[in-house]
């Protein structure tokens, strides 16, 4: 069992920043990938950005790229998630997800993939 807790949330005006963190347990933490999602209001949930286990890979949705960056620290047992210029758009509930699969080398940025999830972590932009 892998439990995640995501932290960081709040309430931002357009343009500024924030970072997200989710810590895990476990002892293989650096085995899992790991993934960001959100889900804004109305909206499905949606991918927003993974990284390999070793963070050789990383991914991001179109809406982000460029705008935010995943990083990891396997000593930690913590994936973050910086977010920079943020836009009232970014406003969800961003979760983080952790695929367990030895097979899985490159992230997916299917989130039915991903076995483990946290309850999420609010963010509000205001424009």
């Known amino acids: 069992q892998v439990q995640l807790v995501e932290s960081g949330g709040g309430l931002v005006q357009a343009g500024g920043s924030l970072r997200l963190s989710c810590a895990a347990s476990?002892?293989?933490?650096?085995?899992?990938?790991m993934a960001w999602f959100r889900q804004g209001p109305g909206k499905e949930r949606e991918f927003v950005a993974a990284i390999s286990r070793r963070a050789v890979v990383t991914k991001y949705a179109d809406s982000v790229k460029g705008r935010s960056t995943v990083s990891r620290d396997n000593a930690k047992n913590t994936v973050f998630l910086q977010m920079n210029s943020l836009k009232p758009e970014d406003t969800a509930v961003y979760y983080c997800?952790?695929?367990?699969?030895?097979?899985?080398?490159?992230?997916?940025?299917?989130?039915?993939?991903?076995?483990?999830w946290g309850q999420g972590t609010e963010v509000t932009v205001s424009s």
């Open positions: 997800a952790a695929d367990i699969s030895p097979l899985r080398v490159v992230p997916t940025t299917d989130q039915g993939v991903y076995d483990y």
């Open positions: 476990g002892r293989t933490f650096s085995s899992y990938t």
